[in-house]
């Protein structure tokens, strides 16, 4: 079954650090661009951040740049989102997602095709 | 970063009913835009992309259109299964942006 599997979600104060993690399996994990997106809690959804299938192109919002690192091992087949100096407008449920890039007339578009099943971060004192 | 607003926010209509949701970019973006269904509880699921593609799987009653600053989602049929938040997101340019999303509910 294809499907990305998250851990790593939790409650921490502002100022602290976690880092989300998302395995891929029943696909080969490393032709994707990957991404985060997070929800805050009743409210739309947010992109964060995404990483090239060779994790040397990375790109962030800006309410996250210099706060939070994506990463990736594809020889574990993972992605990962380390998290800083976090603010409770962190607070929200991240989603792991795979951007399964069409091409068609010489251009690529995103096409989010799986998504994780979502971790819940809360940032709170 | 490029807003896209969703029109309307939320709407209610009858089984069988063709249901319009239109998103507006703040400056052009091709037709570099997907849609996605969201079903309270859980992940998103695309829709459309590149504007007016459908993704594999997804029934024929969706379709997409436009280009630059205006498209348009359609449910051609409303059905009970559609009940959802749908959000517009364009990939033209990063950081990508979602529209705030539309509560389709059943009359």
């Known amino acids: 079954e294809v499907q990305l599997v998250q851990s790593g979600g939790g409650l921490v104060q502002p100022g602290g650090s976690l880092r989300l993690s998302c395995a891929a399996s029943g696909f080969n994990f490393s032709p994707y661009w990957m991404q985060w997106v997070r929800q805050a809690p009743g409210k739309g959804l947010e992109w964060v951040a995404n990483?090239?299938?060779?994790?040397?192109?990375?790109r962030y919002v800006d309410s996250v740049k210099g706060r939070f690192t994506i990463s990736r091992d594809n020889a574990k087949n993972s992605l990962y989102l380390q998290m800083n100096r976090l603010r409770v407008e962190d607070t929200a449920v991240y989603y792991c997602?795979?951007?399964?890039?069409?091409?068609?007339?010489?251009?690529?578009?995103?096409?989010?095709?799986?998504w994780g099943q979502g971790t819940a971060v809360t940032v709170s004192s | 970063a490029i807003q896209m607003t969703q029109s309307p926010s939320s709407l209610s209509a009858s089984v069988g009913d063709r249901v319009t949701i239109t998103c507006r970019a703040s400056?052009?973006?091709?037709?570099?835009l997907g849609w996605y269904q969201q079903k309270p509880g859980k992940a998103p699921k695309v829709l459309i992309y590149?504007?007016?593609s459908l993704e594999s799987g997804v029934p024929s009653r969706f379709s997409g259109s436009g280009s630059g600053t205006d498209f348009t989602l359609t449910i051609s049929s409303l059905q009970p299964e559609d009940i959802a938040t749908y959000y517009c997101?364009?990939?033209?340019?990063?950081?990508?942006?979602f529209g705030q999303g539309t509560k389709v509910e059943i009359k």
């Open positions: 590149a504007a007016s």
């Open positions: 997602v795979r951007d399964n890039d069409k091409v068609m007339e010489g251009n690529t578009y995103d096409a989010y095709d799986i």
């Open positions: 400056q052009g973006i091709r037709n570099d």
């Open positions: 990483i090239k299938e060779d994790g040397r192109e990375q």
């Open positions: 997101l364009q990939d033209y340019s990063y950081p990508r942006t």
